[in-house]
């Protein structure tokens, strides 16, 4: 990591600590997003790294799920989404940094995939069950743990029954009570958030992530029952 990222993380984790201490958690996004799209700039934001999530394309290397409804939440530039897209998945996309969607949709023209502004604690209601496949990657890691749960159950609440959600996040340990964010790590027994409402653990990975020391990842994969 360079030191100018190194300014950066450092500046945008102050920012999502000031707006969970201020009570709005969401707030320092779209500001960020903006600053950096100023400066033409989408390396100055930590988490873009203008490909997809690699611990993703890996689930999907592996798993091969056949191209159905998926929803990309907090989709951030779209990488994950335009990805989907290219694999044959039908992709709508959300997020609620308005200048993330329509950097999105200038990034990628000529897209397959339906960007929409939207907050995962206020969900369109004809979203609710919609979704084959969920992708979460990172998202509810960035908002405080006393968010945790009501944030995993709006995010669960979108899969189809028979469907399934994939999330990435980074790991903690379930003794560590009182980890510095954001991000603000998953322990496994918060992962297990997703499995709320008629939702099953179908896999759970802990990966050690080789290209940044000490750090673990969480792939958890969550399943709706199907009807009867
Ligand atoms: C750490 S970033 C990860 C972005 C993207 N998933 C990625 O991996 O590059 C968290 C994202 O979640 C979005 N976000 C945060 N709270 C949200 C909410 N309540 N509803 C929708 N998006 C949200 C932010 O705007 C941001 O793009």
Not at 160 to 185: M, N, Q
């Amino acid at each position: 990591m360079d030191e100018r990222e190194r300014q950066c993380r450092i500046a945008a984790s102050r920012a999502g600590r000031r707006a969970a201490a201020a009570g709005d958690s969401t707030a320092w996004f779209d500001p960020l997003y903006r600053a950096a799209r100023e400066a033409d700039a989408p390396a100055d934001i930590p988490w873009v790294d203008q490909r997809p999530n690699r611990f993703l394309m890996q689930w999907l290397d592996r798993a091969m799920p056949a191209p159905c409804r998926a929803c990309v939440v907090g989709c951030g530039l779209g990488d994950d989404a335009e990805e989907l897209a290219r694999r044959g998945f039908n992709v709508t996309a959300f997020d609620i940094s308005p200048t993330a969607i329509d950097w999105c949709r200038e990034r990628h023209a000529a897209t397959a995939v339906d960007y929409a502004v939207a907050d995962f604690n206020n969900l369109p209601a004809a979203w609710r069950g919609a979704f084959d496949l969920v992708v979460e990657v990172y998202n509810v890691q960035a908002l405080p743990l006393a968010e945790r749960a009501i944030s995993s159950a709006a995010l669960s609440s979108l899969v189809a029954r028979g469907g399934r959600l994939v999330a990435v996040c980074r790991g903690r340990s379930d003794e560590e009570s009182d980890p510095k964010g954001p991000p603000w790590p998953f322990s496994p027994k918060e992962m297990a958030l997703f499995a709320t409402e008629g939702m099953t653990e179908e896999s759970f990975e802990i990966i050690d992530d080789p290209d940044d020391e000490g750090v673990v990842r969480f792939l958890g994969v969550y399943r709706r029952v199907p009807a009867d």
